[in-house]
């Protein structure tokens, strides 16, 4: 049903010139209709995930610190294999929202693979095995520090009635501080701070202005009603998440942004998680994306620049 009514979409789309239809035969980037542009990405998206997906492997080499007893990574290997799970699972849930359903939810996933992507490069900076287990720390003490602000949260929201529940939560949490404190201590490290977002992303982000701004916008959580509205809306054309449906531009240059995204978080990944295989698979991903990724962002340029940006 999603799928023929997909079809049915493009059908009045190119009719009505919403979309040219797909040129026969075409092969070369720049001569691909718009909504073939964005099928020949979506292909290389899903074959990526396909090849590279650590949420589906069997297993990595052991990541553990057998003083730390915790759920939450410490090591940064074990932050690493957290990373590279996470950004999977936000990988899958960009490439199937950009396709038939595609919404402003979709772009929060690219937002979290950009997060991620950041974090796992300042993690992995320092070549110096302790400064990256200092680091490591840091991830960890910031996840503890959010775990605690929750359950704070929670108990202020809830009552009495959860008070025995949340209060665990932080004494577990205050837990984990103290015993993180001792690792810092015992391994002769500082304990250092993780750089807020606003200056990991674009520290450790690369691209162009266009491409930085897309990725700063949709990394955060408070900005989701003003880029959609702004860069994802047609002009009389009502809704802007049901235009969002037919604009196959602005789907083909966030669908390139996220295997950009995925890609590099993999290639990141691969030597501490000893997949010697994984830059064989980005490589030949990679020589069939940029043509089609290069297309896709001038394209989505000419866009703005032809009657968005006006509108601001």
Known sequence: MARAWDLLVRQIDEIFGWSPAPAPGASRPG??????LRAALHAV??????AINPARQASFPADGDPRWRFNLPATAQAHVRAMATAASEAFAAAVTGLDSHA??????????????????RWLLEPADPGRR?????????????RLAATADRAREAGGTDQAGWVGQIADRAATMNARLAELIRDDELAAVPVPDRLGLLP?????????????????????????SALFYHEAGAGDALRAFQRLHVTRAFWLARAITLYADICAAAAPV???????????????????LGHEAERRYGQRL???????L
Do not use: C, K, N
């Open 45 to 50: 998206a899903a074959g990526l995930l396909h």
């Open 273 to 291: 998680l000893g997949r010697s295989d994984w830059p064989g698979i980005i490589s030949r991903a990679q020589a069939r994306f940029r043509p």
């Open 305 to 311: 620049q032809r009657g968005l940006h006006p509108g």
């Open 103 to 120: 919404s402003s939810a979709a772009l929060a996933a690219v937002g979290r693979l950009a997060e991620t992507l950041a974090r796992a």
């Open 31 to 36: 001569a691909m209709a718009d909504g073939e």
């Open 203 to 227: 520290a450790y982000l690369s691209g162009g202005e266009l491409q930085l701004f897309s990725l700063l916008s949709a990394a955060d959580p408070g900005a989701v009603t003003a880029p």
């Open 133 to 145: 287990r200092e680091r490591g720390y840091a991830l960890t003490a910031q996840a503890i520090s």
